[in-house]
């Protein structure tokens, strides 16, 4: 186990590589702290580096648990969010049902929110299904809605 200092230091160094771009490092030092010191950023942010790394399937899973780390801080827009990260996801998995499940949850997450950047994700996704469907002029609607 590592030392908190050294804990401390290896995530900082993880986002900072984050913040760079440099996914494959921030991916390497954040993976090798203790993940149950980890906050739900820290876990956003190896869900996002192992999406340019891969593979897939701890990208998901990663992405599930700081989905459920924001759901007990009570940050439902984060949650969200990560919902719909999860929904793009297992759209690439062709794990269609899945993706499902979890825009439903973004939706209801979304719900009672005020207006936010994160209705506007959940506005994009609705357009590029409106789009998928061939239905031009809702994907216009709602992609105009998740523009403003």
Request: proline share 3%; with cysteine.
């Amino acid at each position: 186990m590592n030392s908190p200092q050294s804990v401390n230091e290896l995530v900082e160094r993880g986002r900072e590589a984050a913040a760079r771009g440099a996914w494959r490092e921030a991916y390497d030092l954040l993976v090798a702290t203790d993940s149950a010191e980890l906050s739900p950023e820290d876990l956003e942010l190896i869900g996002e580096a192992t999406s340019w790394t891969g593979p897939t399937e701890h990208c998901i899973e990663v992405r599930e648990r700081a989905y459920s780390a924001y759901l007990a801080r009570g940050d439902r827009r984060s949650a969200a969010r990560l919902a719909l990260d999860l929904v793009r996801d297992h759209g690439f998995a062709r794990a269609t049902s899945v993706a499902a499940g979890w825009y439903k949850r973004a939706e209801r997450l979304l719900e009672e929110e005020p207006e936010c950047c994160e209705h506007g994700y959940l506005a994009r996704r609705q357009g590029f299904a409106a789009d998928a469907r061939g239905d031009t002029s809702e994907a216009r609607q709602h992609l105009r809605r998740a523009l403003g």
